[in-house]
């Protein structure tokens, strides 16, 4: 009698494993409903009454014929803790629901709990491939509430090191794309390239990837005795590279085969899912937070925003290659044309005094203890304020409540938002393609899940 | 500025914020209604969408005529053809806090309504899949309300025994 009834129900469980996400993971087509069945299929739903992707989308098929599979969290090549569940028939992917959480660790609700001063050591461990512009997107939230100037020579080396920062992590996404289609060689080249500028790094801050180097107010440091020429080295050496990268994957046929026309989104779709960066870019739309809503001394320096055709893979490898060079314009500007002066602010409320006036004045300890313990007060008042990262529209919210610590703050993650077009480029083509889909969208999961 | 849009609700309370975003007070009613009018003046992108819980602040600072509730949505709305960015603050009382879903209007809004859901407990009525996205499906309580504690490790200050 009991193996009767094994029979008569639906389909056994002996396949599907229990695990604590339940509802947030992807369900049989049965149990979910239409809204979110459309959505998984990647169809951008209708605005209205424009149906901006109609009847490609079998909505009809049956369980039967499909399969639902797990990638990841521990999937080498989904680039940190992503996991993707995917319904496949056969090799095509039907449906993707990108499953994420699985690195996070509160960090709002910390900064919650840290002062102002503390803060940038928090907010540099969220991207943790551009520290230097998380920092630097928290600081111009905070200073824009205090309503501070900051000198010059601070905004300069900001936008230098901020420049760094993107190439090395451009050059971590060239090396990670790399391996992913199978390329160890661009893996090595692109870590090999990254390591000059984790050097200089380590020479400016002390630290190589949490720098906690911009800070409210300035900088945490002068740049080193002998800048001008560590960096000269380093544009002349990686400018040198990207011909290499060039020869090595831009005209090689297999590289081609699995970029070109994959994983291709409109404009318009790109649009209504929020995504910006080099994916909005390779649409074709000009939206460079440096350029179009400039902040720091971007509307000084030259540089030209890249932009695709096409919107797919290919166009976001050759805007980020492209992307670089750039980077090296306006770092070589930048040498070129580095004012002197303070490298912070000498607002008495945020910098602390000299190291040398600690040790003749008690007024200065006293200045110095009361910073760093109890920090500075904040006037009452909210800001957006954002910043292009090397991923998309960074953008930060702050509250204040006139405290010495923020009320709330929320990070506006690009890589969060960015995952939201993968069913969108993923759906209908092969299930191999999803691996340099994911890594063209260039998520990075400490950011996603904060 | 920027000012409200030819087909925005009337009565739609307005501040000009920091650095000259408008800032707008729509209520429940309005709120979607108002998003869709700024939509369709050239608003393309929804940059983000969060939650302040203001249990522990309440003297904020609002226009005349917005009740303050406990909780606030705030939305960060961009537009790419007047480079301009506008900020719609719509607000949800204690006991039932719930506002209407973005998701028919701007579809990338639907991660950043999970992620509010998740850490306030804010429903969002027609969202598709609102379910928890950073915290585990089965976790208590909503992370980032003000009543919700910290949690700490205790210090260890002498060396603790080892495992017998």
Redesign the interface.
């Known amino acids: 009698m009991s193996d009767l009834t094994i029979r008569e129900t639906e389909r056994p469980d002996l396949l599907v494993g229990e695990t ?5 993971e992807l369900k049989r087509r049965a149990l979910t ?1 239409p ?2 069945l459309r ?1 998984e299929v990647g169809a ?2 209708e ?2 009454g424009r149906v901006l992707d109609p009847s490609s989308i079998d909505i009809e098929r049956s369980d039967d014929e499909t399969m639902i599979i797990n990638m990841g969290p521990a999937h080498p090549s989904t680039h940190g803790v992503l996991r993707l569940m995917l319904e496949l028939d056969g090799e095509i992917v039907l449906r993707v629901k990108p499953v ?2 699985y690195l ?1 660790t ?1 960090m ?3 900064g919650e ?1 840290l002062s102002y001063v503390q803060g940038a050591t928090n907010v540099t461990r969220m991207d943790y491939l551009s520290p230097v512009i998380n920092e630097l997107n928290y600081s111009l939230a905070v200073e ?2 205090l309503g501070i100037e900051i000198p010059a020579r601070a905004t300069w080396i900001r936008m230098m090191m901020s420049e760094l920062n993107r190439i090395s992590s451009h050059l971590v996404w060239m090396a990670t794309n790399g391996m992913d289609l199978g390329s160890t060689s661009m893996m090595i080249y692109g870590l090999r390239e990254r390591e000059l500028i984790l050097a200089f790094f380590e020479k400016t801050a002390g630290l190589r990837l949490n720098l906690n180097y911009v800070r409210p107010g300035g900088v945490a440091a002068d740049l080193p005795d002998g800048w001008e020429d560590d960096v000269l080295v380093i544009c002349d050496t990686i400018l040198e590279r990207t011909y290499e990268y060039d020869q090595l994957l831009t005209g090689q046929p297999i590289f081609r085969d699995r970029m070109v026309g994959v994983g291709a989104i409109l404009a318009e779709e790109a ?6 960066g080099p994916v909005l870019r390779s649409t074709g ?1 000009p ?1 460079d937070l440096r350029r ?2 400039p902040y720091l001394a971007y509307d000084d320096v030259e540089f030209d925003v890249i932009v695709g055709t096409y919107g797919d893979n290919f166009d976001r490898f050759a805007i980020r290659l492209n992307e670089i060079r750039e980077s090296i314009r306006i770092i070589r500007q930048c040498i070129e044309r580095m004012p002197r002066g303070d490298y912070r602010s000498q607002d008495p409320k945020v910098t602390p005094p000299p190291r040398a006036r600690i040790d003749e004045s008690m007024e200065a300890l006293i200045h110095h203890f009361k910073l760093f313990t109890e920090g500075f007060h904040v006037p ?7 910043v292009e990262s090397p991923r998309g ?1 960074l ?1 930060c ?1 702050l ?1 204040s ?1 006139g405290g010495p610590k923020p ?2 703050i ?1 990070v ?1 993650a690009p890589s ?2 960015n ?2 077009a993968i069913p969108l480029l993923m759906r209908g083509g092969f299930l191999s393609d999803a691996v340099p889909i994911i890594s063209t969208i260039d998520p990075v999961l400490g950011e996603v ?2 | 500025m920027t000012q409200l849009p030819p087909g925005a609700p009337t009565g739609v309370l307005t501040e000009a914020g920091l650095n000259a975003d408008l800032a707008c007070f729509p209520e429940r009613a309005q709120y979607l209604d108002l998003v869709r009018s700024f939509r369709d003046d050239g608003f393309e992108l929804c940059a983000d969408l969060c939650a302040v819980d203001y249990l522990t602040h309440p003297g904020r600072v609002l226009p005349e005529g917005v009740k303050p509730e406990r909780f606030e949505v705030v939305v960060n709305l961009l537009s790419l053809s007047k480079r301009e960015r506008v900020r719609i603050r719509v607000q949800a009382d204690d006991q039932h806090p719930e506002v209407d879903s973005l998701f028919s209007i701007y579809p990338g809004t639907e991660a950043l309504e999970r992620e509010v859901f998740d850490l306030f407990g804010i429903l969002f009525t027609g969202h598709p899949d609102l379910t928890r996205i950073l915290m585990p499906e089965d976790w208590e309580g909503h992370p980032l309300r003000k009543d919700y504690g910290v949690g700490r490790v205790p210090v260890q200050f002498k060396e603790a025994p080892g495992p017998r």
Do not use: N
Request: proline fraction near 2%; hydrophobic fraction near 35%.
């Open positions: 604590s996400e339940g509802a947030q409903p809204t979110e959505r951008i739903l605005v209205d994420v959480g996070h509160g709002e609700k910390t709990e824009k509430l649009l209504a899912l929020g995504v910006t739309v939206w179009t809503m009452t008042g909210e800001v957006y304020s954002a529209e953008g919210y509250v409540d009320y709330r929320h506006r969060f938002v995952l939201q899940d904060r």
